[in-house]
């Protein structure tokens, strides 16, 4: 598509229920990032891949939260036992430029998560 | 540690106002600093960058400059209109690992 697409857009959860996010990225983009915003807030980083590997996790908050991308395009960010403090709105971000070292980023709208 | 200071808002303004959203960062090593806008109801966008000191970014009207001795990069625009509304983030991308740090965001509301 012509921008990153992220599903579900809205999700709403009851506590200790697993969850599954979407993000589809820009066609040709090698680097994929993961931040999550709560109201008032500035994105809060997640999780970088580059390629189909990981290349920096160390945002993840703890091991309920996990993220694959097995073919180096779409990713599923995977949340186990979610509590109500994971509510946020979780952000995809594409770049073409390999490494962490650029700010020049393309965001999705977003997919608003509600535990309750 | 690497943090950006942003004017706090809401800011309101009326059409055609001048505008400017003060920031400042703390980072180590020679950020690049990115100036990003979320309209209501959108995803982030990148505004504006600028890679080295004393560079000007500009956009859509807007403008900021990298200034190293005052590690500032205030967001200026002449002349608002009501389509500006949102909310601006500073962002430079710093440390060891050149992640992008990023500030609270500043609202911004013109009234026509």
């Known amino acids: 598509g012509a921008g990153v697409s992220q599903t579900p857009s809205n999700k709403v959860t009851e506590k200790g229920k697993y969850v599954e996010l979407r993000c589809d990225p820009i066609?040709?983009?090698?680097?994929l990032y993961w931040y999550r915003q709560s109201l008032g807030q500035g994105p809060e980083f997640l999780i970088y891949?580059?390629?189909?590997?990981?290349?920096?996790d160390s945002g993840l908050p703890n091991d309920r939260f996990f993220a694959v991308r097995p073919e180096g395009s779409v990713s599923t960010l995977k949340i186990q036992r979610t509590e109500r403090g994971d509510s946020a709105v979780y952000l995809c971000?594409?770049?073409?430029?390999?490494?962490?070292?650029?700010?020049?980023?393309?965001f999705g709208e977003g997919s608003r998560l509600t535990v309750l | 540690g690497d943090s950006v200071t942003q004017m706090e808002g809401p800011v309101t303004l009326s059409e055609e106002a001048f505008l400017t959203i003060n920031c400042t960062y703390t980072?180590?090593?020679?950020?690049?600093l990115f100036w990003y806008v979320q309209y209501p109801g959108e995803g982030l966008q990148l505004l504006l960058k600028a890679t080295k000191a004393d560079d000007k970014g500009s956009n859509k009207g807007f403008e900021a400059t990298y200034r190293k001795e005052t590690t500032s990069f205030h967001l200026e625009k002449g002349s608002v209109q009501v389509s500006d509304s949102a909310v601006y983030f500073c962002?430079?991308?710093?440390?060891?690992?050149?992640?992008?740090?990023w500030g609270l965001g500043t609202s911004l509301a013109v009234n026509p």
């Open positions: 891949f580059q390629g189909t590997g990981a290349a920096d």
């Open positions: 066609s040709g983009h090698t680097a």
């Open positions: 980072a180590t090593g020679y950020p690049s």
């Open positions: 971000a594409s770049s073409s430029r390999p490494g962490l070292n650029t700010g020049e980023l393309f």
């Open positions: 962002a430079p991308n710093a440390g060891n690992n050149r992640k992008l740090i």
